[in-house]
């Protein structure tokens, strides 16, 4: 089962067409991550998006597109627990299912999202670093 999990992850990683950030004017307040996504066999959406938006009481919050899953093909739902549930960003057991790039757009309970963050900061500002997998010293 982990095997055929980790197959849809890699085909979906696949079906990406491009990433974007869009910083708010007052870059303070927020940004979005826009991901483009080719047509898959997975879901529907072309293009997702996750919002972070920082509350006037300074707590970061997060609002993401629902992701349209085509039947049978949700990734985040856990084994043997369809439609149940989702994973989230901590595994409840042993050899349970990892959290995935699915798992974390989904989940909105995050606050001050890390991942977010990386990506904003680091892979969007510096794409290079990654492609040519250089290491900083």
Do not use: C, H
């Amino acid at each position: 089962l982990g095997e055929k999990r980790e197959e849809k992850a890699v085909v979906s990683t696949q079906s990406t067409g491009q990433l974007s950030v869009e910083e708010t004017e007052d870059i303070r307040s927020g940004y979005k991550i826009i991901f483009e996504f080719k047509t898959n066999p997975f879901f529907e959406n072309k293009q997702l998006v996750k919002e972070f938006t920082m509350s006037e009481s300074g707590e970061m919050g997060t609002s993401e597109t629902k992701i349209n899953w085509k039947q049978g093909m949700a990734l985040t739902e856990k084994s043997g627990d369809k439609g149940k549930g989702k994973v989230g960003g901590k595994r409840d057991k042993p050899g349970d299912d990892p959290p995935s790039f699915f798992s974390w757009f989904e989940d909105n309970s995050m606050g001050g999202d890390e991942v977010g963050e990386v990506i904003k900061d680091d892979i969007w500002a510096n794409p290079m670093q990654y492609y040519l997998d250089l290491d900083e010293d």
